[in-house]
């Protein structure tokens, strides 16, 4: 079980590089209707009735996110002032998570109620890390099996988390790419290519999925080993 969860690590590093290089690829291909990623941006949620949704400039690399607590589509320098298939491709996914706000869109809403639990359950789990390596008697003060449930039950919860996340990720991606396709925004190909950042971008979030699937297991198999 340990050689897998290594596994795990390593692929997930080698889609990291490979997502990385696809977008440095992308970021390289100029987009025909030569509109930035703000200006995509703006575009496709006027063109979906969204008008309460701002568009944000926001430090640092692949840091594009959308965040529904104050409704803004926060794009990474590159992509906000980019004009390219990578910087089209970023943007309209963004969108597609504001599309999905806007629409309720039930397994957005559902991963937004989870975060407060996977917040508490990420810094519990690093807390009992912490003290088992410093050997501060966590095992010694809890018998090892009520760790364990501990464990299984916290990592249970960011489990569930990452699964929810997929159906979320995978739908922005598709809602961006049928915008690029129909509006004109982006040709065939460019199309094409934005779809294939996407599926990668996609891919990170479904190794880290199966990672922690395999952690829960490791978990639930310490705890039958010791019956």
């Not at 992308?26 to 995509?40: A, D, W």
């Not at 980019?82 to 869109?105: D, F, I, K």
């Not at 598709?174 to 129909?182: E, F, G, N, P, T």
Request: with cysteine.
């Amino acid at each position: 079980m340990i050689v897998i969860l290594l596994a795990f690590m390593l692929i997930g590093f080698l889609v990291q590089n490979r997502l990385k290089s696809k977008f440095k690829k992308y970021s390289n291909v100029p987009l025909q209707t030569g509109l930035s990623g703000r200006e995509i941006a703006i575009k496709m949620l006027q063109d979906n009735g969204i008008t309460d949704v701002e568009v944000l400039s926001t430090p640092g690399k692949l840091t594009d996110h959308y965040d529904p607590r104050n409704k803004t589509v926060n794009l990474s320098p590159e992509v906000y002032n980019g004009r390219s298939v990578a910087a089209a491709a970023v943007a309209t996914h963004e969108c597609g998570h504001a599309l999905q706000h806007a629409q309720a869109y039930k397994w957005l809403e559902f991963r937004s109620a989870m975060v407060p639990a996977v917040s508490f359950s990420s810094r519990a789990m690093s807390f009992i890390f912490l003290f088992m390596i410093l050997g501060m008697g966590v095992t010694s003060a809890f018998n090892f099996e009520t760790v364990i449930w501990v464990m299984i039950i916290l990592q249970a919860i960011v489990t569930a988390f990452t699964l929810v996340t997929l159906p979320v990720e995978y739908d922005a991606s598709d809602r961006a790419l049928v915008y690029l396709q129909q509006s004109g925004v982006a040709g065939t190909l460019e199309t094409t290519q934005a779809q294939d950042a996407l599926r990668w971008a996609a891919n990170t979030y479904l190794v880290a999925a199966l990672a922690s699937l395999t952690q829960l297991a490791y978990y639930i198999m310490l705890l039958v080993a010791r019956d």
